[in-house]
């Protein structure tokens, strides 16, 4: 397996225009997970599905955020407007519970440049 | 609430020096704690996870549940740890929650 898989690896949009971000996940895994990295801020969880259904979405910034996992082997992260401070790396992860001790697989990530 | 606070943003070293790297935790039932680290240029990987009680790449953690902490260490720093280490915190059950602390840039000098 390839493992996660995110596109674009590197995204330059101007303000006020839509951004979409894919994640492909490792095939038999259940639970995907979408996080923002920053300097200040860390690894912030922003929305996780479980067998597709979206379970948390409460660390989505603003409305301007929405998320999709139309089947268990996509993902999208959309802005829409985006704006200067959604400028970050997009990282999305991927596991298959196991019990105790279940590892999450991350994606290269997506650097996103709002100017 | 769940919550993992790292309280260093940067912690610099010299080679053959002891690492510790500080993890706190918030959580109102038996937690899962992990660490993640991420060397430059590549993706956030699986460095140990406290069920396992193992040392990987001479690093140890011991969750103390008394001190709510989870402190990743080290006895004797080398140059390829230089990276940064995520703690994380896995929620109830396979629906729950995985999150992270904000990170602590490990740099050590030779």
């Known amino acids: 397996d390839a493992g996660v898989i995110q596109s674009p690896r590197h995204e330059v949009t101007e303000m006020g225009q839509e951004v979409t971000l894919r994640c492909k996940p490792i095939?038999?895994?259940?639970?995907l997970f979408w996080y923002r990295q920053t300097m200040m801020r860390g690894l912030e969880l922003l929305i996780y599905?479980?067998?597709?259904?979206?379970?948390?979405d409460s660390g989505m910034p603003e409305d301007r955020f929405s998320a999709k996992m139309p089947n268990a082997s996509f993902s999208t992260l959309k802005i829409q407007p985006s704006e200067p401070r959604d400028s970050a790396v997009y990282f999305c992860?991927?596991?298959?519970?196991?019990?105790?001790?279940?590892?999450?697989?991350f994606g290269q990530g997506t650097r996103l440049t709002v100017v | 609430a769940q919550r993992v606070t790292q309280p260093e943003k940067l912690l610099s070293v010299f080679k053959g020096a002891p690492v510790e790297l500080k993890c706190n935790y918030s959580?109102?039932?038996?937690?899962?704690l992990f660490w993640y680290v991420q060397y430059s240029r590549q993706r956030l990987q699986l460095l140990l996870r406290?069920?396992s009680r193992e040392s990987i790449k001479g690093f140890t953690a011991d969750l103390n549940k008394g001190e709510t902490s989870f402190h990743l260490k080290k006895p004797f720093a080398q140059e390829e740890d230089s990276a940064m280490y995520y703690c994380?915190?896995?929620?109830?059950?396979?629906?729950?929650?995985?999150?992270f602390g904000q990170g602590t840039t490990l740099q050590v000098k030779p």
């Open positions: 959580y109102s039932g038996s937690p899962e």
């Open positions: 994380a915190l896995w929620g109830p059950s396979n629906t729950g929650k995985l999150i």
């Open positions: 095939s038999g895994h259940n639970s």
């Open positions: 992860a991927s596991s298959q519970f196991r019990g105790l001790g279940t590892e999450a697989f």
């Open positions: 599905f479980n067998n597709n259904v979206p379970i948390d």
């Open positions: 406290h069920i």
